[in-house]
């Protein structure tokens, strides 16, 4: 890419679907993205736009300006954007229906992600996008097959957390069965966990990386 996209077409791809990338703009602005490499179009009808890899990571990169940008926080129930329950929240989104109905869609656009950008069309395996959010990736995974995310009232729950490892993340979950069940869950979603103890504080946990192969 040679120049930084339009004002217009930024917000063409900061508008996009937070999981599937899917875009929505006129003929000429999708155009344009195709053309700079930032999105593709579906070669099936609707024939619509998706971000490519490189449109995730220009939506991710801050806009430059002055004076210096305040710190982008993790997205909330508040903030109209979806957020896989992580565990542990402050603010959690509201449960019910309406949430199982939002996790749903969030878990079959990331599953149609991947067949669309993984090379061969797998479903099977985690694609670019969630090698790059790995956290969100890893809870979505998580959240869709119905565990229970740390902060509910009866106490308990998953937490996936970031680790200094570059390709992993951290589930810890205080039941062993349930612990054991994340690792199953990941592992049938394309992840590769291994269950862990802590030195300091014994506690068992997952690590797990996406699948390459």
């Given at each position: 890419m040679?120049?930084?996209p339009?004002?217009?077409?930024?917000?063409?791809?900061?508008?996009?679907?937070?999981?599937?990338g899917?875009?929505?703009?006129?003929?000429?602005?999708?155009a344009?993205?195709?053309?700079r490499?930032?999105?593709?179009?579906h070669?099936?009808?609707p024939?619509?736009?998706?971000?490519?890899?490189a449109?995730?990571?220009?939506?991710?990169?801050?806009?430059?300006?002055?004076p210096?940008?305040?710190?982008?926080?993790?997205?909330?129930?508040?903030?109209?954007?979806?957020?896989?329950?992580?565990g542990g929240?402050?603010e959690?989104?509201?449960?019910?229906?309406?949430r199982v109905?939002?996790?749903?869609?969030?878990?079959?656009?990331?599953?149609?992600?991947?067949?669309?950008t993984?090379?061969?069309?797998?479903?099977?395996?985690?694609?670019?996008?969630?090698?790059?959010?790995l956290?969100q990736?890893?809870?979505?995974?998580?959240?869709?097959?119905?565990?229970?995310?740390?902060?509910?009232?009866?106490?308990?729950?998953?937490?996936?957390?970031?680790?200094?490892?570059?390709?992993?993340?951290?589930?810890?979950?205080?039941?062993?069965?349930?612990?054991?069940?994340?690792?199953?869950?990941?592992?049938?979603?394309g992840?590769?966990p291994?269950?862990?103890?802590?030195?300091r504080t014994?506690?068992?946990?997952?690590?797990?990386?996406?699948?390459?192969?």
């Amino acid at each position: 890419m040679t120049r930084p996209p339009t004002s217009a077409q930024r917000r063409v791809i900061d508008a996009a679907d937070p999981v599937t990338g899917r875009l929505k703009g006129t003929e000429a602005q999708l155009a344009a993205l195709v053309k700079r490499g930032l999105a593709f179009r579906h070669p099936r009808p609707p024939h619509e736009h998706f971000l490519t890899p490189a449109g995730h990571r220009l939506r991710d990169t801050p806009v430059s300006q002055p004076p210096a940008p305040v710190a982008r926080a993790e997205p909330t129930a508040s903030s109209g954007v979806f957020s896989a329950r992580v565990g542990g929240e402050e603010e959690p989104p509201e449960g019910g229906p309406a949430r199982v109905r939002e996790v749903h869609s969030a878990w079959q656009g990331l599953l149609e992600l991947r067949r669309m950008t993984n090379q061969d069309g797998a479903m099977d395996r985690p694609c670019a996008w969630e090698r790059t959010h790995l956290v969100q990736a890893a809870a979505l995974a998580l959240e869709a097959a119905g565990h229970r995310p740390e902060g509910g009232a009866e106490g308990g729950g998953y937490r996936v957390r970031a680790t200094p490892q570059p390709d992993a993340v951290a589930v810890y979950e205080p039941d062993p069965d349930a612990l054991r069940a994340c690792a199953a869950t990941l592992e049938r979603a394309g992840w590769q966990p291994g269950e862990y103890t802590e030195p300091r504080t014994r506690a068992r946990y997952l690590l797990a990386s996406p699948r390459r192969v």
